[in-house]
């Protein structure tokens, strides 16, 4: 049979858990399920390498000549998040180690050392070892490096390792970076508690139980982010050397590793997402995320179809939850939604974890949804195929540097920086159906025509706020703050002002700074709308901007908390607090009409509206429109007037004018 072709639909498969006779029932039941992907390989290294140096493919062959022979393509996984315990007898310093000192066990996973040399070097010899094997495979349509890569470890805050490599390689990184132990000790201001260091050797790992310099936090944090992006680098360039199938990796919902950086090398990018019935919407933040870091199409790797579980199921979602979780990942852009897991495992860790069938091969009470999805696959693929989500020209900063410079540093009580850029930023964003791009510092600013960066306390990171300033005066409308430009590039204030530039920039004095902890601040709108701000309160004495808001309470009294000021032919929007949703939707609404970015259809704020533009067109500001897809979210039916009559993909049904969506709905509207 010919290769699958996009959408993948399918699953995790794990046939190294089973007799190999299994496999005939399993792809009887993935074909009566109706899928056409599934990904295998990834936790394998024991049964590929059972010694070292001794590798078995011959099982894995048979797997992926069988999924193929029925038209079932198959995504590859490099097994290195679990090395075998041969590997962990004879060289222990592969795995890593905790900041109490004590070295991880075999038997888990994500437990080895990123950049313990002895680790990387048989890495590289199984992930060789593997694309001689399957890198010119038809069957095999994609890669995926390891299984999850984040930091992880420590005892507190996921520090990372802390094994005399990994100490090694900071205090190195640090010198080449410093060149000198006093340009080191100038930058972290290390006079204050005596903490001036003679030597790089003098550095100490940043262990749990210490109060350490925030400095020290942040550029510990980051090496080890940074070391799991080289890392996978490493496999990268051995699969682009000898295998000729797009390679990724599968990211998690943390920004605790820069996604930018990491896709620098990788052709693909891959996602997995656990989200429950009540933060679905929270899908919608991180998919506009991995949306926006290719111009290609992603694919879902992982997700749940009826509830999550690792050693306790946990989580049970109603019917239809299935589907409109699938449908999800369609709509945003990705061109696969594979779940985790399709036959429950029958040992091991992860025994009560939601799957398509069960260990015992019993079709799970979700099977049926599960096929209705394929159905609507087959219905709608080729239209999917062939279009692409629109690009609004509207955009939202997320940094990996802000969310270790908050979670070593929270400026304000009960502040959390993930948190506040999905309920804070995000969702009033989402429900006033504008469709944002959620992008990284070190990403193109050209196409958009507003961006909102929001607690971004390091705005000099990887060349932004050059980029920025060019950007602005060529006509962008940027909106910043609360929070932003208030930390170096060493998590140290500025000295000569509370911001780095945006006084400068918003023609601004910053009078006060008072923390939104325990209560919030009164103001009032240029239109006469009272309100209050809400986490962190910048009051400003304008010099040269017009005023959006006045506080109204003391002792901000009368000082401007929202400032605009034309910058050449664009604008800066300066936010002195965060406006409550309300507010922000119709400060964001103002700005966006004003750059011709306008909601993208009159629908209830449980609808996801995505409209999808001709693909050879996406990324054009003025791409003709294909369709929309919608999903309804929160279970409750809702109201989307259409701005022309369409066609459900899913039913053959013709609709136009104001129509309701039914709970967990779905439809794929082409015009
Ligand atoms: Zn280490």
């Given at each position: 049979m010919a290769t699958a072709q996009p959408p993948y639909f399918g699953a995790a498969y794990y046939p190294?858990?089973?007799?190999?006779?299994?496999i005939d029932t399993d792809i009887d039941l993935m074909k009566q399920a109706g899928m056409n992907c599934m990904r295998i390989g990834e936790f394998a290294w024991s049964r590929m390498e059972p010694e070292e140096g001794r590798y078995d493919f011959g099982w894995l062959h048979t797997v992926t000549d069988k999924l193929g022979a029925a038209g079932i393509a198959i995504i590859l996984g490099t097994p290195t998040c679990t090395p075998p315990s041969w590997l962990y007898q004879r060289y222990p310093e592969c795995i890593a180690v905790r900041d109490d000192g004590v070295r991880l066990e075999h038997g888990a996973r994500r437990h080895a050392c990123p950049n313990s040399p002895a680790y990387r070097d048989h890495c590289r010899r199984i992930v060789t070892a593997m694309a001689t094997e399957f890198g010119q495979d038809s069957n095999v349509v994609g890669w995926q490096i390891d299984n999850e890569l984040y930091v992880v470890h420590g005892l507190e805050d996921h520090r990372g390792c802390f094994c005399d490599e990994c100490v090694g390689k900071f205090r190195s990184l640090l010198q080449e970076r410093f060149g000198t132990i006093e340009a080191l000790n100038a930058a972290w201001g290390t006079d204050l508690w005596s903490q001036t260091y003679q030597s790089f050797e003098h550095i100490p790992p940043p262990r749990s139980g210490t109060w350490h310099h925030p400095s020290l936090l942040t550029a510990w944090s980051l090496f080890q982010a940074d070391s799991y992006v080289d890392f996978a680098d490493d496999q990268a360039d051995i699969l682009h050397r000898m295998a000729s199938q797009p390679v990724g990796t599968d990211m998690m919902p943390t920004l605790g590793l820069d996604y930018h950086k990491m896709h620098r090398k990788l052709d693909v990018v891959q996602y997995n997402h656990y989200n429950l019935p009540e933060n679905l919407w929270q899908c919608g933040f991180w998919m506009d995320m991995v949306g926006s870091l290719k111009d290609a199409p992603w694919w879902n790797i992982e997700t749940s179809t009826c509830w999550n579980g690792s050693t306790a199921a946990n989580g049970y979602r109603e019917p239809g939850f299935c589907r409109v979780n699938s449908w999800l990942a369609y709509a945003l852009g990705g061109e696969a939604n594979l779940y985790w897991l399709w036959r429950a495992h029958w040992s091991g860790q992860e025994l009560m974890h939601g799957a398509?069938?069960?260990?015992?091969?019993r079709p799970l009470h979700i099977f049926g949804e599960v096929q209705e999805i394929s159905r609507g696959l087959s219905a709608a693929g080729e239209w999917l195929n062939n279009t692409r989500p629109a690009r609004s020209g509207l955009a939202m900063h997320v940094s990996t540097v802000a969310w270790w410079t908050f979670a070593h540093q929270a400026m304000v009580k009960g502040f959390g920086y993930i948190d506040a850029m999905m309920h804070r930023v995000y969702k009033p964003i989402m429900q006033a159906q504008l469709r944002p791009q959620v992008i990284h510092p070190a990403q193109p600013l050209d196409g958009y025509r507003l961006i909102c960066s929001p607690f971004l306390p390091v705005l000099d990171e990887q060349g932004l706020r050059d980029h920025l300033r060019e950007w602005i005066e060529a006509g962008g409308t940027w909106i910043v703050g609360p929070l932003s430009d208030i930390r170096d590039e060493h998590a140290a204030k500025f000295r000569h002002a509370p911001f780095g530039v945006l006084e400068d920039w918003a023609g601004v004095h910053c009078r006060y700074e008072i923390p939104g902890d325990p209560r919030d601040f009164g103001l009032c709108w240029a239109d006469g709308q009272t309100s209050t701000g809400s986490i962190w309160y910048d009051g400003f004495e304008p010099r040269d901007c017009d005023v959006l808001a006045t506080y109204t309470e003391n002792p901000l009294e009368g000082l401007a908390a929202v400032v605009s000021r034309k910058l050449g032919k664009g604008r800066i929007v300066m936010l002195g607090t965060m406006p409550v949703a309300a507010d922000w939707q119709r400060l964001l609404l103002d700005q966006a009409r004003s750059v011709d970015i306008a909601p993208v259809a009159e629908a209830s704020t449980n609808l996801l509206v995505v409209p999808r533009v001709d693909k050879a067109q996406?990324?054009?500001?003025?791409a003709q429109t294909r369709g929309l897809i919608v999903v309804e979210l929160e279970n409750r039916s809702g109201t989307i007037g259409l701005p022309q009559s369409a066609t459900d993909?899913?039913?053959?049904r013709k609709h136009s004018g104001s129509i309701e969506v039914a709970p967990y709905g779905v439809m794929v509207l082409a015009h």
């Open positions: 190294e858990d089973w007799p190999l006779d299994q398509v069938v069960s260990a015992q091969g996406a990324g054009a500001p003025d993909l899913l039913t053959g």
